[in-house]
């Protein structure tokens, strides 16, 4: 039977997804390529009793249809945790996504027409390139890192640019203070909208929190127009999956209420509304603190885990990448010193030594940084990560040989 | 500041649902609008129950990164649930979507590049609509009541045909078994997809179930060549919306497994994966047939009710209006006798009267039918709906008055 063509989209997916899945099926691999948080640092017994209360308390909120933009409840609980200095916040600016994916593929629908640009930090998180894929847009990349980057100019013109400023996905990056302010200005120069993309927010293991984009602009706005309501550039996206469990599926974007009303809209074509049960068990979550609660164990748990990968490469692969120590987040970014090496070919060849890592190839909207790997360090204990390094320098050194 | 202009579709939605939000302010209005069903049928401390043992026993499946087609045990669960005659499923066949709607996102997503064409069941819903419009589809509608509907030449050339046999949303109209086979009779000669949303499929509330263009298809099929897996052309979309609750946002899509794989990629880049908290109450509350344990109340209720819409509208409409008492569903589809009434303006004036109705216009993709208006009958007790009727008919006779 002739079947109609799939989207033109879809021939264009790369086969690292399918790769990683049939990874999980090898006995004994070392997966240092996901982003996973480590099971036992869920609340099982607290988020157990907040599921049960949500269905038998409150059975309007979690059992009926509910608001597109999330239960009003909720939306004030993230409007307070958010509001502080020049930040006042109401639930006008936020609404409640099905995780954060579902931010990032909303904010595509309202913005992108065929041919737009988005000026991306470079490299950019590989679930924001899977969103707006079927959307085909063209790519500005800033490359933050650099000395001579010129934000405002990758920003003219772009119908938003996209940053992690916090612990970047892949390079475990932190953006200091000044470039913040340098993507806030430009924002403002050019009228672009500005998404901070935050799921790594709370996982600073060494120092204090920098102020985030939304807070910087909220500054610059003191006589904001709509009752002192935020009303700025930027687009700020957050979850609960790496501060609580990533299977409650919710995200929240923070924004203008003009730009929160056209999310709206796109959300009611794509799932109409997130679940009222997952809203409720986070809104009695976050009243009871829960994620304030475990968030110390976190800390300390990934802290450890980043110092046993990180004494392990140093141990391993000195002479093979470098690399900076991640001072918050889930990643290390390492670039292999010989130009040579094509990390497509090593994600393959790990298998074969029992690792499996992220190749550049994948944050890179292109396809074509086949130089650096992202190793994870969240989801295993400090003997693991130190063997799948050992793994991962003996799976280079044959790639090498091979060259 | 001026801003980067919205995606081009945005300027295209229609503001009733806005007018559907502000009715739900006004007090002691009657909503015949919507689509809800009566929280009188939720079973709440069997899914309270459901949702606490679901987080406790499994933390694993709930709280983690889980995988985008679903749970494998929810997936089976369905895969055995719709699985009878020729129909031979497995878990291939299945994947989990974020309620019905997120099927209706991911099809188009999968199929659609600008300027495809749909063929449509005319009227149509407008949630697949809204699903669709962000990729601005050419509609062939198809009007399967009329005596000379040329289904397969509607269906040629284009990527799929759509279709909710079952009490269509929004006339309530049962599409018969003559019909049903020349849908896939039409898909097989012309190898167009062959979406059956199928939401309404339990609320038969006078006569046995027809086979489903599933059923139907598979029948067709019997040496298929994956080992007996389905591969036909029907894309079925199901939901637990009806049949248990809307907040749990658990639907279903079965297809071919080459569907399977393309909206899961799809899926991959929109939420990433349902909230395994829901997916594990939705196994669990199938596993202890919950839905079949609560459906004859449930049809009891609505046959009572969509007795009681119909005997009011005999009384006040008969000289206003024309429609069919349907069979099963939500709704009743009622035509104006006077092709000069405009159901956009009925609406608004319906407001002042007191009662909330939904215009046909919404649920034609040129928006120019505007005869027509959808009542529904699951969500308001019989003196209700009759109150609701009276005034319906009051609101007419004016806005005839006023021609």
């Known amino acids: 039977m002739h079947r109609p063509a799939f989207a033109s989209w879809l021939s264009q997916t790369n086969d690292v997804t399918q790769t990683f899945l049939a990874a999980g099926r090898i006995p004994g691999l070392i997966n240092l390529a996901g982003g996973l948080p480590d099971p036992s640092v869920w609340p099982v017994a ?14 309007g909120d979690t059992l ?51 041919g737009d640009a988005i000026a991306a930090q470079a490299p950019a998180y590989l679930g924001a390139l899977d969103a707006w894929m079927p959307r085909a847009p063209a790519y500005r990349p800033m ?26 996905n892949p390079t475990g990056r932190l953006v200091g203070h000044d470039q913040r302010r340098a993507l806030v200005d430009a924002a403002n120069a050019t009228g672009c909208w500005l ?23 909220a500054g610059d706005r003191p006589d904001s127009s709509q009752e002192g309501l935020y009303d700025g550039p930027v687009i700020y996206l957050g979850t609960l999956s790496k ?8 995200g929240w974007v923070i924004a203008a209420p003009e730009m929160i009303t056209a999310l709206t809209t796109a959300k009611q074509g794509s799932d109409m509304f997130t679940s009222g049960i997952c809203q409720r068990i986070a809104q009695g979550a976050l009243e009871d603190r829960l994620p304030e609660q475990i968030l110390p164990d976190i800390l300390s748990l990934y802290r450890d885990r980043r110092d046993a990968l990180c004494a392990a490469m140093a ?54 940084d086949r130089r650096a790997t992202r190793l994870n360090f969240t989801l295993n204990p400090p003997d693991k990560l130190a063997e799948g390094i050992r793994r991962l320098a003996e799976a280079t050194r044959a790639e090498m040989a091979a060259l």
């Open 46 to 59: 607290a988020l157990a009793e907040q599921a049960r209360s949500a269905v038998a308390d409150h059975p």
């Open 64 to 114: 009926a249809y509910s608001p597109i933009d999330g239960l009003p409840g909720l939306r004030d609980v993230i409007a307070r945790r958010f509001s502080r200095g020049g930040l006042r916040l109401t639930r006008e600016n936020v609404m409640i996504t099905t995780g954060g994916m579902q931010a990032l593929d909303l904010v595509g629908k309202v913005l992108l027409d065929p």
């Open 143 to 168: 490359r933050l890192e650099a000395n001579d980057v010129d934000i405002a100019g990758c920003m003219a013109g772009a119908k938003f640019a996209y940053t992690v400023p916090n612990f970047s």
């Open 315 to 368: 141990e391993h692969l000195p002479d093979l990448y470098d690399w900076e120590v991640p001072s918050g987040g889930m990643f290390v970014w390492a670039v292999a010193r010989d130009a040579r090496l094509d990390t497509d070919r090593l994600m393959t060849r790990g298998l074969d030594h029992g690792v499996c890592i992220s190749p550049s190839s994948v944050f890179d909207p292109e396809g074509r």
């Open 243 to 250: 501060e609580l469990a990533p299977g409650l599926r919710i």
């Open 195 to 217: 998404v901070e993309d935050d799921p790594y927010g709370a996982l600073y293991y060494d120092g204090a929190p920098l102020p985030r984009l939304l807070d910087i602009s």
